[in-house]
């Protein structure tokens, strides 16, 4: 099942269930913090995106990008080292040594000064 809530699916990732409602204010935080890196790095709408809840989606964050799939994993990650970190440090120095690498890769995607945003079609209208 895919699910497009930002929320729901961390909290998928994390392997909490989804009817769990105990750690969405803790979660929404971490992913809001999360979300503003990657619009620091270029995607998403140039004004930032946040979360609430469960209604913000993905689509409406990378819009229908499929070349930004890394973007999701970057935000997990990120979430998963302050809400369950590993106890190992092996594990943490890996996360954060992938965390540097998916955003290498979010940076170089796009050229410096632009804003990967998540309808395609709004830079023409801007021209």
């Known amino acids: 099942m895919v699910i497009d ?62 070349d930004l799939e890394l973007v999701k994993s970057d935000v997990f990650l990120r979430v998963k080292l302050i809400f369950d970190p590993p106890t190992n440090s092996f594990l943490v120095n890996a996360i954060n040594d992938q965390i540097k690498e998916n955003d290498w890769r979010i940076e170089v995607w796009h050229e410096p000064g632009t804003h990967i945003k998540p309808d395609p079609d709004s830079e023409s209208s801007d021209e």
């Open 5 to 66: 809530s930002i929320l729901d699916s961390i909290k998928q990732q994390l392997g909490i269930g989804l009817d769990d409602t105990s750690f969405d204010k803790e979660l929404v935080l971490h992913i809001n913090g999360a979300l503003m890196v990657m619009t620091q790095l270029g995607v998403g709408p140039d004004e930032g995106f946040r979360i609430t809840g469960t209604n913000e989606t993905w689509a409406q964050f990378l819009g229908d990008r499929t």
